[in-house]
């Protein structure tokens, strides 16, 4: 079929990711109604099918999370700036993104008051009068809100003034406790990210420079996106007991004598569907992961004005339903058949169902998937427990294509040349001393942050990339957003 000028129009909004990379996410966002910019600078608002995407993430983590013994809790959103400056390290950190309340109605307040960038300071704050004895604890209390950090540069989901994430803040007995803790809900952003978003991951630690302002230590998973740039997707902190020194927070130890407590933070956001559009995404738009679809099947019934198409369409969307799948059934009869084809891979709906007057003469439907445009036919008859398999067939194959991906593009380097070379279009894998002017040297010669060192830490060579010495450290090495 021909396509009118309106379909036409309708594709061609979309820019080509090798013509501009960063033009076609921010179509996608925009053409897909994931979100919209906000009045007020450096925002955004997250529409419904974003939304979507986010609930069904959250959910993901939500139930891992309380699977672990962890409860979810509110704090406040503003902070005084005398509890925010206890932390002088921390608010180091943070102070060139604080946003201020300095006035409540007409009145000027006698003590500014953040807004919170994070909310360590409430939780220490609130735990040095919760915990009294050993007995109190773990404390494994997560939040769900949105935070405001006054960045200079901002992009839908992947870098905004004011966005949506978790925020763990646990406190432990030991120091044993937090370090298995941190490891533990990094484990659950890896396999949240991998399992459900389809998304390979590198987990490992943080330079000290890298990491978190307070932390004792700082691990990441950090995804490739198909530029070849770094996105750090989620975080998980070990504090030791720095934040519970600053907020005297000590408990009663089984020995008898005031012990301050051991804690941890951890965090991902709605940064992670900007990874899942750049990890993903086509030049026809958005691909989602069955997992994470708002939508997971589409429904169209084809020449729908002939007899019987329209209810035997209808019949198989629900028995979708009925079998646990979100299923929308597109029976609009203002756009054509290729429109609709068109808009759905534009929204990155993982699986099209196709059923015309002859397929339901055959008893059968044709399915179209959104991630290889391959096309099969299946029977009515057991639709729905095909088409569930097919949609677990899809999740696996679309994981397996991103670390196909990502791992063609991760080279060895041996020296300053070798990670300006291979950053161009993916990560440099290189031995590093752990020098802090290393670190600053290779940012500056080949334009490569450190990203994380692995935990399988098997050398690729015996001397530093830069300076030439010895080195035990492996380090990723890459540009990032």
Same mark, same amino acid.
């Given at each position: ?275 899942? !559009? ?31 198409? !329209? ?68 029977? !009515? ?41 291979? !950053? ?58």
């Amino acid at each position: 079929m021909a396509k009118n000028k309106k379909e036409e129009s309708f594709v061609e909004q979309l820019t080509k990711r090798d013509e501009n990379f960063a033009q076609w996410y921010t179509d996608v966002v925009r053409l897909t109604d994931l979100a919209d910019y906000a009045p007020v600078r450096g925002c955004m608002v997250v529409k419904p099918y974003g939304t979507a995407i986010w609930e069904l993430i959250r959910d993901e983590l939500d139930r891992r999370f309380k699977a672990t013994g962890h409860q979810n809790v509110m704090m406040p959103l503003l902070i005084p700036e005398s509890l925010l400056m206890k932390e002088a390290e921390h608010v180091e950190g943070f102070a060139p993104e604080v946003a201020w309340v300095t006035q409540g109605g007409k009145e000027v307040l006698p003590e500014k008051l953040a807004i919170r960038p994070t909310s360590e300071v409430l939780f220490g704050y609130m735990y040095a009068k919760w915990l009294q004895s050993w007995r109190d604890l773990p404390f494994l209390y997560n939040q769900w809100c949105s935070v405001l950090r006054w960045e200079k540069t901002t992009r839908p989901f992947l870098r905004t003034s004011e966005f949506w994430w978790q925020e763990g803040h646990t406190l432990h007995e030991t120091g044993e406790e937090s370090a298995e803790e941190t490891q533990r809900m990094l484990e659950i952003y890896r396999e949240v990210a991998e399992d459900c978003l389809a998304m390979p991951v590198l987990t490992g630690r943080k330079s000290e420079q890298e990491k978190f302002a307070g932390a004792v230590a700082t691990y990441s998973i950090e995804a490739m996106m198909q530029d070849g740039k770094a996105l750090q997707a989620g975080t998980s902190h070990d504090f030791g007991t720095n934040f519970a020194e600053v907020y005297d927070i000590k408990f009663l130890s089984r020995e008898g004598s005031l012990t301050h407590a051991h804690g941890t933070s951890w965090g991902v956001s709605t940064r992670l569907i900007g990874g899942v !559009i750049m990890t993903h995404g086509d030049d026809r738009g958005l691909k989602l992961p069955p997992t994470i679809a708002p939508i997971q099947v589409v429904v169209l019934p084809i020449a729908q004005h002939k007899p019987g198409v !329209i209810e035997g369409a209808k019949a198989v969307a629900d028995a979708l339903v009925k079998a646990g799948l979100r299923v929308k059934f597109d029976d609009r009869d203002s756009v054509s058949a290729g429109y609709k084809f068109n808009d759905w891979e534009l929204k990155g709906v993982p699986l099209r169902l196709e059923i015309g007057p002859r397929d339901l003469e055959n008893g059968q439907l044709v399915a179209v998937r959104r991630d290889t445009f391959e096309k099969q036919t299946l029977d !009515i008859t057991d639709a729905a427990e095909k088409v569930s398999a097919l949609l677990s067939t899809i999740q696996k194959d679309m994981y397996e294509s991103a670390k196909a991906m990502r791992d063609r593009r991760i080279t060895n380097a041996a020296n300053l040349d070798e990670i300006t070379a291979a !950053i161009q279009g993916g990560f440099a894998r290189g031995m590093w001393c752990g020098a802090d002017e290393c670190e600053d040297a290779i940012k500056e010669k080949t334009g490569a942050y450190t990203l994380n060192m692995p935990f399988d830490q098997t050398p690729v060579g015996d001397v530093c990339v830069c300076c030439g010495k010895p080195a035990a450290k492996v380090m990723h090495f890459g540009k990032k957003y």
